[in-house]
């Protein structure tokens, strides 16, 4: 079955750097667009990226552009998400989530499978 | 990108039907028939409930339907369970590059 599994959180100061990662398993990850969303404790669920299959598009969420930088590596069925410039507010859990491509109206993923999440802390 | 405008909670007694809410722009809910529906009990992740306004997963219960007018897309819950408490996310595309959330409604089964 299709699983994700995120990696990577952990406690860290402001102003510093953090990188995530997510491993794919059960489904074509090569094919799949893929999504960072963040969800701040006891707040509601933000999207943070976008990074399409082949890696040909990248889109970000207003609140991290310039800061953090999501890619892919397709032979090893992982995403990533590099956190730089990190503050209070980007303390949260943050969730994988599988996108799956729709051709109608326009191309896009609809983001169909979460994996559990890992937790960012951002505190001195 | 602000965030879709949900009810902050919704109740019902066991059977009912209830209806959640998402009130969004012409910019994203208006625009496409691309709002979703997430379902996240406290300490899980969100599983999704509805796409397309109105369709739903395969295992997903037919309890669940959706609908949309204008720039407020609809959640109902029929035969409302024990098991449906949770938080709701709507979620909308704003166009092939960008996703927003709703602000989350938590139902409560009284």
């Known amino acids: 079955q299709v699983q994700l599994e995120e990696s990577g959180g952990g406690v860290v100061q402001p102003g510093r750097s953090l990188r995530l990662s997510c491993v794919a398993s059960g489904f074509t990850f090569s094919t799949s667009g893929m999504s960072w969303v963040r969800q701040a404790p006891g707040k509601g669920l933000e999207w943070v990226a976008l990074i399409w299959y082949d890696r040909s598009n990248e889109y970000y969420g207003d609140s991290v552009k310039g800061r953090f930088s999501i890619s892919r590596d397709n032979s090893k069925s992982t995403l990533y998400l590099q956190m730089n410039s990190l503050r209070a507010e980007d303390t949260g859990v943050y969730y994988c989530v599988r996108g799956k491509p729709v051709w109608e109206p326009f191309y896009h993923y609809l983001m169909e499978v979460w994996g559990q999440g890992t937790t960012v802390t951002v505190s001195s | 990108q602000s965030a879709l405008t949900q009810p902050a909670s919704v109740s019902g007694s066991p059977g009912q039907s209830i209806t959640i809410s998402c009130t969004g722009t012409?910019?994203?809910?208006?625009?496409?028939?691309?709002v979703s529906w997430y379902q996240q009990h406290p300490g899980k992740a969100p599983k999704l409930m509805i796409y397309e306004v109105t369709k739903r997963p395969s295992g997903v219960s037919d309890r669940f339907s959706g609908s949309k007018s204008g720039n407020t897309a609809s959640l109902t819950i029929s035969g409302l369970q024990a098991e449906d408490e949770a938080e709701y996310y709507c979620?909308?595309?704003?166009?092939?590059?960008?996703?927003?959330f709703g602000t989350g409604t938590k139902v409560t089964v009284i």
């Open positions: 012409s910019s994203d809910v208006g625009s496409y028939d691309l």
């Open positions: 979620c909308s595309n704003a166009g092939s590059s960008a996703y927003v």
